[in-house]
């Protein structure tokens, strides 16, 4: 679920903090990915094909790019998610002992996958979203890709959202402290904002829209405090309610050394063994897609040296501009209105 309507309450009330851009503006850069997010985006998007299939198409169009994507996968999920995670089990039609085994095995042939492709993979102790943002935070990684909005309270400086090749798709990029400088507010306050408006640790205070969060906020700094300004008739307050657990696991960083990032070739004749033989996608189409990560790779790797180098030369020329023109042994003649040309300038 994420964070409710936030992207909708940080359009209205901080479009500064957004940007967008192309995903070749992502050239070059680590960018961290929730594992579970994409497959999620992949069988809602294409629910006819195996997630499977389109981890290593988009895993492609990230490399021929030359974008280094670093997979994160969940681990135990904390105790105030089950709830939510219960929900969306039942809303799938899994069973828990069905989906346990499901998620077990898919996890072992998308770390299979991503190794053949040559990309690394880290295992987080949690909630892959809170590795993601701490990557983003200690400069292991330049950004978070998910579609979810929580990657913002957990910290990472900056979540990439829409981070695809679609024609005419703009890639959605926020900035935390932007967002935070716009609003006015703390990283903790932010944190309160968001449980406020709803996540998936804990319940929210019904009837609360996010512009009046929002405010409430601002002017009361905590949810302690906000609980004492609003209207327990048509606002009533969860019983139990456990926001602090909540605020906790938002904000306490995941206790992990992330391993050495280490991209590589990736391995065609693993990848057909593996998605051919295994998972049996034809082999012509591995192939063909295969050559064309290539080919594009190559073809955008030249376009830039060649802009590079036109960039390169066009410098060069107005330098030699300057050098040619401007008489330093002659005295400048100074307009006798300088100041008052200055004191107008400021």
């Given at each position: ?67 280094k994507p670093v997979f994160v996968f969940d681990g135990t999920p904390p105790e105030e998610k089950t709830p939510v995670l219960e929900r ?259």
């Amino acid at each position: 679920m994420g964070i409710t309507k936030l992207s909708d309450l940080i359009r209205s009330s901080a479009p500064g903090a957004v940007s967008y851009k192309d995903i070749s503006d992502y050239t070059g850069k680590v960018v961290a990915l929730d594992t579970s997010v994409a497959l999620n985006q992949f069988r809602t998007a294409t629910p006819l094909f195996s997630p499977i299939t389109g981890l290593f198409f988009r895993t492609l169009t990230f490399l021929e790019h030359d974008i280094k994507p670093v997979f994160v996968f969940d681990g135990t999920p904390p105790e105030e998610k089950t709830p939510v995670l219960e929900r969306r089990a039942e809303a799938a039609g899994w069973s828990s002992p069905k989906r346990t085994g499901a998620a077990s095995s898919q996890t072992r042939s998308c770390v299979e996958l991503l190794k053949h492709l040559g990309v690394p993979v880290v295992q987080a102790p949690g909630d892959a979203e809170a590795l993601c943002a701490r990557m983003v935070r200690d400069g292991t990684a330049d950004a978070v890709a998910s579609e979810d909005m929580d990657t913002l309270p957990f910290g990472a400086n900056v979540l990439v959202r829409q981070l695809n090749a679609k024609k005419d798709s703009e890639v959605i990029e926020y900035s935390l402290p932007k967002l935070l400088d716009k609003l006015q507010i703390s990283h903790e306050e932010l944190v309160d904002l968001c449980i406020l408006l709803g996540c998936d640790y804990c319940d929210k205070i019904p009837g609360l829209g996010p512009s009046r969060a929002l405010s409430l906020i601002q002017k009361h700094h905590t949810i302690e405090e906000v609980v004492l300004h609003v209207n327990r008739q048509t606002h009533p307050v969860p019983h139990f309610w456990k926001y602090k657990e909540a605020r906790k696991i938002f904000l306490e960083a995941p206790q992990i050394t992330v391993p050495e990032l280490i991209w590589t070739e990736p391995d065609e004749e693993a990848l057909v063994r593996f998605l051919c033989h295994t998972h049996r996608i034809r082999e012509e189409r591995v192939r063909h897609r295969m050559k064309t990560f290539r080919d594009n790779r190559e073809n955008r790797r030249e376009a830039r040296e060649k802009e590079k180098a036109a960039g390169s030369n066009r410098q060069t020329r107005m330098e030699d501009f300057f050098r040619v023109t401007r008489k330093r042994d002659q005295p400048l003649e100074v307009p006798s209105s300088l100041g008052d040309t200055k004191k107008r300038r400021r």
